[in-house]
């Protein structure tokens, strides 16, 4: 699972998250050029560079011994990630302004990314750029004053559950547009267009020496038009956002595919020093409900797909935490509904500034679209912790944990019990049992 590296220390009506930066500067040290060109020198305008990021890893065993363990219910909407994350993973973002120009400033974006399975010493892992996008800020007078455009490729005004590690809008990738436009004082409109299309597939060929292909030659193709109104004020009730996705392909030759929409609106206001907000998603066809697309599927595909979430975070005195609760579901064709639904919550007590005691309880039932047994997953995760504050937010936190499961017979020698990076590697010892724990100590920070 992924994670977008700006993270919340504080939440305004519009906002769930604000990024916690940890500047340097990097000067770039004027220097002669080449031999050749010694008699004529250049200099170098040093440049800001905002270095900020996310990093976690840890380790730990299970009462089946062997490597450590995490507990997921197999198709569900995320996972309670307190004590059960067992990767290493890290991305590390380097922004910096590039130019100014008036009103204007001209700023370049950059993240890599990268994961272990967290079992050895070396462990090699490719890292992935997951972003690099240009923008050019206050672009014009009245409306556009504060608008900025921007071309590239980013996480694009994505929306999350913490605690799920849960993104219900996630829309990411190559793209280009405009933010921010004030549309009379009612709101933030934004346009994006963006693409998405032709899996990686390592399995091919190289090609002309590099690695990997792009499965299908990249015959399959989609544009999602990405349509946004934001910060829309109701006083002291709260904010409304509103998102658009329109999706539609654009394949090579006469290779098909189905275009479809999806929609989410959501509410934020403000309570016991954070945050409630509860969103609402619809989907159809080819899109689907994070607001991402199906490139791959053909003319014939039928879906629809719903979801209802309510979220809160609250930060008052020594006691924060956060609660959750959804529901979705998901129709392809003629077929049964695919349902969801999880509820859970994670309390803290705070001694001081350092050191702190909680857990967290969650709940996850999956009703498969094909008509099978509902599969029901409990967790409970006990933790006690020294982190940078007593924030709900404060980070680094260095955490020891105790983490019990149990689940139904649905499950039962599923890949319930994982490790490794995404938890995809199925952990053996546990396909006759409905229960397990594991225990460990993890670090985690954004800064």
Known sequence: MTRQ?????????????????????????????????????????????????????????????????????????????????????????????????????????????????????????????RQVWAEATNVGAGPLSNASLWAGKRYYKRQNVDMLDFWYVEVAGPGAGIEGIDIGGVGKFSYAYMRTGGDLDYNDPPLNDFFPNYSAGGNK??????????????????SIDAILNIASPNNREDVKGKGGYAFTAQHTIGVLGGFNRIHASFAKDGSNLNHGTKWYADDTL?????????????????????????????????GPTAKQFTIGVRPWYHFNDLYSVGGELGHIEVKPGNGAETRKLDKLTVAAQITAGKSFWSRPAIRAYYTYAKWNDALKGSNVTCTGRDCNVKAQGFDDTTNGASYGMQFEAWW
């Open 5 to 129: 590296i700006t993270h919340p220390t504080s939440v305004s009506i519009n906002k769930t998250q604000k990024e916690v930066s940890m500047q340097f500067k990097i000067g770039i040290t004027p220097a002669a050029v080449a031999l050749a060109l010694a008699s004529f020198a250049a200099t170098t305008q040093a440049a800001t560079v905002d270095f900020h990021g996310y990093a976690r890893s840890g380790v730990g065993a299970s009462t089946e011994g062997g490597s450590l363990v995490c507990f997921k219910n197999v198709g569900s909407m995320g996972a309670y990630r307190l004590g059960n994350e067992c990767d290493t993973y890290m991305e590390l973002a380097f922004d910096a302004n590039l130019a100014e120009k008036g009103d204007s400033v001209f700023k370049l974006h950059t993240m890599i990314v990268a994961g272990t399975q967290q079992l050895n010493d070396w462990e090699q892992s490719a890292p992935a750029w």
């Open 221 to 238: 193709s989609m544009t999602n038009h990405d349509l946004r109104l934001e910060g829309i004020a109701l006083g002291s009730y709260g």
């Open 302 to 334: 039928k879906y629809e797909g719903f979801q209802v979430m309510d979220q809160m975070v609250f930060d008052s005195g020594p006691f924060n935490g956060s609660a959750v609760i959804g529901y979705q579901s998901d129709k392809n064709g003629d």
